[in-house]
């Protein structure tokens, strides 16, 4: 475990240190690979130029017979300026393969539009919290290439989707208190969770110490889903932050991946990636985790090893090499969902977890 200066400032939920002390350098991989869409087989709409430079780090959501992925672009590398494109996707392309070989028409959906975000708009997490459709995205502010300012680089922002699956409105920016703030790096691989009557925003903020915290933080229940203001962005802060665990010993730095899956109105199976401290590649694995308010978070059980690592050609070869990033999920059955991943920074990766599959490995890690 590191050691982190501003680590005594969040609560530790329990099973803290269980949860990366069971953990082991091994990997089970479980994920079924359904297919893979590159960037030369996605259109881009309403832009002068036809296709992005690199398509990956994809959302998803599931309506009747299409899935509708949400993908980070890149239409040049000399900033590395994003955008998220909105493209749908038959379901049944998806399960009979040819979604390998498809093209596919995709519209701008999110992009750099306030200072919350003006360097980019990346990393989706799409999921829905009592009927609307919501994402949570990274955006890269004003201060992202200012190098007399090294604090909130990035910020994780909410959108409400608003109609056809391409409309989007920016409704919120969330930042710590003043004691932390001011200390606050970036903050990532964020979403938003219901547990009961609670609004939690999972997040993954860097601070100065230079430690990453895999975190879950309450948000006033009263504005948490609420949109005060249809013309700008709204601060939010965030309070009572959950360290949920650290970072095993063989590894440099931990995330969250994808939206749960809810076992439960209180408990869930929570994705997170890991980045070894070897090689530095990106694999997944999860935990079980569930609240009450009288004892906060417990980390129930982990998977031991991870569940899904490089291993493909284009997941090992790409932008950046030996990466999947997982940033999609959405059960599409009681036994089964559907993921969509970053591969090697470069294409969208599109698989299936099998859910008993899942807490079989649960079960190996057990804490609670």
Not at 72 to 99: F, H, K, N, Q, W
Not at 243 to 267: H, M, Q
Request: some cysteine; hydrophobic content about 40%.
């Amino acid at each position: 475990m590191s050691t982190c200066k501003f680590g005594g400032f969040f609560k530790k939920a329990l099973g803290f240190k269980e949860a990366y002390e069971k953990r082991e350098f091994k990997t089970k991989d479980i994920v079924k690979r359904l297919g893979v869409i590159s960037p030369n087989r996605v259109y881009l709409n309403n832009y002068p130029i036809s296709n992005p430079i690199a398509v990956f780090n994809a959302a998803l959501a599931v309506h009747g017979e299409n899935a509708v992925i949400y993908a980070r672009i890149i239409v040049g590398y000399y900033m590395y300026v994003s955008a998220i494109v909105t493209i749908p996707v038959p379901l049944e392309d998806i399960y009979s393969g040819s979604v390998s070989i498809n093209y596919y028409a995709s519209q701008p959906s999110i992009y750099p539009s306030t200072r919350y975000d003006l360097w980019g708009t990346e990393d989706p997490r799409v999921y829905e919290i009592d009927g609307k459709i919501y994402m949570t995205f990274t955006g890269r502010t004003a201060y992202y290439f200012n190098p007399r300012i090294k604090t909130e680089r990035t910020l994780p922002i909410t959108a409400v989707r608003e109609g056809n699956y391409h409309i989007w409105r920016k409704i919120h920016a969330y930042v710590f208190p003043l004691g932390l703030r001011e200390h606050l790096i970036s903050d990532k691989d964020a979403f938003l969770v219901k547990l009961g009557d609670d609004v939690v925003l999972f997040h993954r903020p860097h601070l100065d110490d230079e430690c990453f915290y895999l975190t879950a933080s309450f948000i006033d229940g009263k504005r948490a889903l609420e949109e005060h203001n249809k013309d700008r962005i709204e601060e939010i802060t965030v309070h009572d932050t959950v360290w949920i665990t650290d970072s095993a010993s063989f590894e440099v730095k931990i995330g969250w991946a994808t939206p749960p899956i809810y076992l439960k109105d209180n408990e869930l199976i929570a994705f997170a990636h890991g980045v070894d401290a070897d090689i530095q590649a990106y694999r997944l694995y999860a935990m079980q985790l569930e609240y009450s308010k009288s004892e906060g978070f417990i980390v129930k059980a982990v998977t031991p090893s991870y569940i899904m690592e490089p291993k493909q050609l284009h997941e090992v070869f790409g932008d950046r090499p030996y990466t999947v990033f997982p940033c999609g999920l959405w059960r599409v059955s009681k036994d089964k969902a559907l993921i969509t991943y970053g591969a090697g920074d470069f294409m969208i990766g599109i698989g299936e977890i099998d859910v008993n599959e899942l807490l079989g490995e649960l079960d190996k890690g057990r804490i609670y």
